[in-house]
């Protein structure tokens, strides 16, 4: 193949790389971040493990209040991994490559789900009493992906009282 990626193997890692950003902080992060990490570490136990501190490192980046400039690090952390997908698609031989092009569309899959609930800057959840309070979004476990960006503080005052802000999967 060269040193040069096609045109499709280029947009195939900048999606990649789209779809770890727009995991973080989702229901879909535990499979993006295992995937990837599977993906990478090719069977290699240790290269794996730094693969997911690599992606706890980015997930970290992109929480609330992690950076001063929230888009400079959104765009920042998609073009990182955009590069490291595109080296990963040029280091393989053309088995490996197709492999890793198949998990590569099923990840950016897993992420694009148009029907995925979104929570953005919501307020504050506060239960008391017994109560119950979620601002965010309640799942039902269906594994469709959810997100929560911007959520409110959460405060439960009183026995069996339980508030959440974020994503609630039951």
Known sequence: MGALLTEALTALAAAG??????????????????????????????RGRAELERLDRTARALE??????????????????????????????AGDRE????DLRALSALVADPEADTALATGNALARDGGSAVTGVRRSGDGRA??????GDAEAAGAGSSAVSGIVTE
Do not use: K
């Open 17 to 46: 790389g789209g779809a770890v950003v727009q995991a973080a902080g989702t229901d879909a992060w535990h499979a993006v971040r295992q995937r990837v990490a599977e993906l990478f570490g090719r069977g290699d136990a240790e």
């Open 64 to 93: 609330p209040g992690a950076a001063t400039d929230p888009d400079r690090e959104l765009s920042r952390q998609e073009g990182v991994w955009q590069e490291r997908f595109e080296t990963l698609l040029e280091s393989l031989d």
């Open 99 to 102: 492999r890793a092009v198949r």
């Open 146 to 151: 959810a997100r929560a960006v911007n959520t």
